[in-house]
Nanobody, 128 residues
Framework: QVHLVESGGGLVQTGGSLTLSCVGS????????VGWFRQAPGKEREFVAF????????NYLDSVKDRFVISRDNGRNTVYLQMNSLKPEDTAVYYC?????????????????????WGRGTQVTVSS
């Protein structure tokens, strides 16, 4: 069983930055593709970013790709989401997720159905 714990959320002003962390149970990060998703109140869960096992292949939601960076430290079983130039529309609960599937198509990982394990989320609130 894979356990994921997110942290780093909080309240920040428009234009500010936050770095989210997702720590996985031992052996997680070095093996599996990882994604970040978010869910705002009254909205469906939305793909934000993906990184393959090495972190060298990534994929981003268009609205964040010039502002957010996904990275991973497999030695620490940790995946990060660096979020810059935050906007009120980035306000949501952010979740990390791990997929056991291996696909060469990075767009496959934009679908929440590709993921097998989820954390409980961390709240990000951006004030205007």
């Amino acid at each position: 069983q894979v356990h994921l714990v997110e942290s780093g959320g909080g309240l920040v002003q428009t234009g500010g930055s936050l770095t989210l962390s997702c720590v996985g149970s031992e052996g997680t990060s070095g093996t599996y593709p990882v994604g970040w998703f978010r869910q705002a109140p009254g909205k469906e869960r939305e793909f934000v970013a993906f990184a393959n096992w090495s972190g060298r292949t990534t994929n981003y939601l268009d609205s964040v790709k010039d502002r957010f960076v996904i990275s991973r430290d497999n030695g620490r079983n940790t995946v990060y989401l660096q979020m810059n130039s935050l906007k009120p529309e980035d306000t949501a609960v952010y979740y990390c997720a791990v997929s056991r599937a291996l696909s060469a198509d990075t767009n496959y990982y934009r679908d929440s159905g590709a993921y097998d394990y989820w954390g409980r989320g961390t709240q990000v609130t951006v004030s205007s």
